[in-house]
């Protein structure tokens, strides 16, 4: 069964520092890894999709590397501002279908 | 994007009356939907998988006849919780997709407090 880890459980940054959330799954074979975030008593909004084939994908602040091989993921948010205070979930895919969540990394950025 | 909707989006019942959660794809033909679950602090959980027109597949350890799910149309399924214990109080969430290999869209949550 594909266990999802999301470290750390919480962040707190000052405004304009650099975030970096890490994720790791135990089964390498994924079809692709998604990036969400989830605001409170929100739904989700999609990030990123990497698929398995790629080693990486970036929009606007946002940059997320895969290295499936060692089943984990990386996701960067340059210059953070208040705004991306939320909670950002990361979920793989076997096969394009099902998810396998992880629990998250909650983010509060200090203005 | 494409459109997910959830209502309601919060609700309050009391122990053992039944519950239902539409979701609805806004924009779209969603050929499968997806239930999942949501505790505090914790990831979400897939309740269950269903195509429109056949039967929910449910995840292992969900009770089938507690979690009713209907998809009649290929824009809306209903999550029914029937005879609900305040241990089913939880964020619901759905999701539609047109397909595999086709991205997931999430509706906003439904809250249910069961009192």
């Known amino acids: 069964k594909q266990e999802v880890t999301q470290i750390p459980a919480a962040l707190s940054v000052p405004e304009g520092e650099n975030l970096v959330l890490n994720c790791s799954f135990t089964d390498s074979a994924i079809y692709n890894l998604q990036w969400f975030r989830q605001d409170p008593g929100k739904g989700l909004t999609s990030l990123l999709l990497?698929?398995?084939?790629?080693r990486e994908q970036t929009s606007g602040r946002l940059n997320a590397s895969l290295d499936k091989s060692s089943g984990r993921s990386t996701l960067y948010i340059a210059a953070s501002q208040p705004g991306d205070s939320a909670t950002y979930l990361c979920a793989v895919s076997p096969d394009d279908y099902k998810l396998s969540f992880g629990a998250g990394t909650t983010v509060t950025v200090r203005a | 994007g494409a459109v997910v909707s959830q209502h309601p989006s919060w609700v309050i019942c009391k122990s053992g009356t039944s519950v239902k959660i539409e979701c609805r794809s806004l924009?779209?033909?969603?050929?499968?939907m997806f239930w999942y679950r949501q505790f505090p602090k914790q990831s979400l959980m897939l309740m269950a998988t269903?195509?429109?027109?056949?039967?929910?597949?449910?995840e292992q350890g969900v009770e089938k006849d507690k979690f009713l799910i209907n998809h009649a149309s290929l824009t809306l399924s209903t999550l029914t919780v029937t005879s609900a214990h305040p241990e089913d109080s939880s964020f619901y969430i759905c999701s539609a997709t047109s397909g595999r290999h086709y991205e997931q869209y999430f509706g906003p949550g439904t809250r249910l407090t069961v009192t």
């Open positions: 924009d779209f033909q969603a050929t499968t």
């Open positions: 269903s195509n429109e027109g056949s039967k929910a597949t449910y």
């Open positions: 990497i698929q398995s084939s790629q």
